[in-house]
């Protein structure tokens, strides 16, 4: 779904474990790390696609995960130029609301094969600030947003980055709503 503005209405998903270090997956085929992430399909809120993308993406089922936390409002990020495709409407970035969960399962590792197309190939356990490092710049500032909410959550001193070193991340749109 592509609301007015040409976002892609979409749910961002930060799994954290007992340790407190977040769940990020390499795209299949790709040196590109990122939380999993995915549409709100038509007639879907974006709690009932959370569900469907961690099952589809990761694997994981309802009672492994609880969730802790969602951001406030909406986060925004538009795609450069060169990830435009020609369409109707025109797609020009992601409108996230994001969701923190904690992984109940100690023993519960993330699967490729449930979805209909693996979104990954492998994954780690990051900190907040390596997570903000390790994803593609321009959703950097979306990723900065959103953990610098959830560490309060997690009982984590720790913040992300303000700015990092090369990094020329837009500022990410933010909407309460």
């Known amino acids: 779904m592509i609301d007015a503005d040409g976002y892609r209405l979409n749910v961002g998903i930060v799994v954290a474990n007992a340790h407190r270090e977040l769940l990020m997956g390499k795209r299949v085929r790709r040196n590109a790390w990122q939380f999993p992430q995915g549409g709100i ?104 947003c959103a953990l610098n909410e959830f560490a309060p959550m997690l009982g984590l001193d720790e913040r992300p980055p303000r700015r990092l070193s090369g990094a020329r991340g837009r500022r990410a749109r933010k909407m309460v709503g």
Not at 73 to 101: D, E, S, V
Not at 103 to 119: K, Q
């Open 41 to 144: 399909d038509p007639g879907e809120g974006p709690q009932d696609a959370l569900w469907r993308e961690l099952y589809e993406e990761l694997g994981f089922e309802r009672d492994q995960l609880e969730v802790i936390g969602c951001t406030r409002g909406w986060l925004h990020y538009r795609l450069p130029q060169r990830f435009l495709r020609a369409g109707t409407p025109q797609c020009i970035g992601q409108k996230q609301k994001w969701f923190l969960l904690r992984l109940l399962d100690p023993e519960a590792v993330p699967r490729f094969d449930r979805g209909p197309r693996p979104e990954f190939d492998a994954f780690r356990w990051v900190g907040l600030s390596q997570a903000v490092r390790d994803v593609v710049g321009f959703k950097r500032e979306v990723y900065r």
